[in-house]
Nanobody, 114 residues
Framework: QVQLVESGGGWVQPGESLRLSCAAS????????MGWYRQPPGKQRELVAT???????NYADSVKDRFTISRSYGKNTISLQMNSLKPEDTAVYYC????????WGQGTQVTVSS
């Protein structure tokens, strides 16, 4: 098993940046894929970005060229750098890990509003 704890959410104005982090309770070296999902108000949870053990990244079309996912084996964390934020990026952001089972963090709120 692995516990995931997200941090870094908050309120920003459109065009600003935020960096989310997800700390795992153990080594992430063997975890096949980790990622970020989000749930906007009144909508279903959706994929934001994933990264495999080999470092291959995948992004939702809506965040390509604005968001960057990264993985730090030394710190057992993954991060999501979010630039040029838009109001439609407002959501609860969840960290995810897949290794036979699927694990989720508790989520962190990101609000983009002027």
């Amino acid at each position: 098993q692995v516990q995931l704890v997200e941090s870094g959410g908050g309120w920003v104005q459109p065009g600003e940046s935020l960096r989310l982090s997800c700390a795992a309770s153990r080594s992430i070296f063997s975890i096949d894929r980790m990622g970020w999902y989000r749930q906007p108000p009144g909508k279903q949870r959706e994929l934001v970005a994933t990264i495999t053990r080999s470092g291959s990244a995948n992004y939702a079309d809506s965040v390509k060229d604005r968001f960057t996912i990264s993985r730090s084996y030394g710190k057992n964390t993954i991060s999501l750098q979010m630039n040029s934020l838009k109001p439609e990026d407002t959501a609860v952001y969840y960290c995810n890990a897949e290794q036979i089972s699927v694990y989720w963090g508790q989520g962190t709120q990101v609000t983009v509003s002027s």
